[in-house]
């Protein structure tokens, strides 16, 4: 069984520690828990391994977020992995900071990354697992706020939220979604 999990984010190192960018952290995270090394493929940097019986595909797209789709569906179908065996992990304002919630499908809720996924895949049937950052922003400030670098009190608390992320990753390609759901949605 192969499983594509897509951490969404931003490449370059003024984006590198910003909130947008937890999806590419989270992934960080997952690969060097597993023995992932990165190298620089088509539309994204991409590393593997294997768990349990199952071949993971990580990939962090270097098309910028608002063009994550043309990466997702290129390694979708050049790795042959159908829609529900994608794992796309991304920040979500609508969620309190580390509180996270995985989901078989859904709106992009105007995410432009999520609805260039969308628009490139045919639909928003796809599993997402939203990582929550949070909504401490000023009316008309939510871009500053998203591409604004970590708190010190969020740095200090990220790496326990990323590991509970790296864990329900994990249990999707291994126990499925309903049951990673249930035992890991707050």
Sequence with gaps: MKYLIVGLGNIGPEYELTRHNVGFLTLDRLADKHGGTWKSG????????KHKGRQFHLIKPTTYMNLSGKAVNYWMKELNIPK???LVIVDDV???FGKLRMRGKGSAAGHNGLKNIEELTGGQDYPRLKFGIGDDFP??????YVLGRW???EIEELPIFMDKAVDMAIAFATTGINMTMTQFND
């Design 42 to 49: 088509r539309l994204a940097f991409t590393s593997e391994f």
């Design 84 to 86: 529900e065996n994608i």
């Design 94 to 96: 609508a969620l309190p």
């Design 139 to 144: 009316k008309g400030r939510q871009v500053e």
């Design 151 to 153: 708190t010190p009190k």
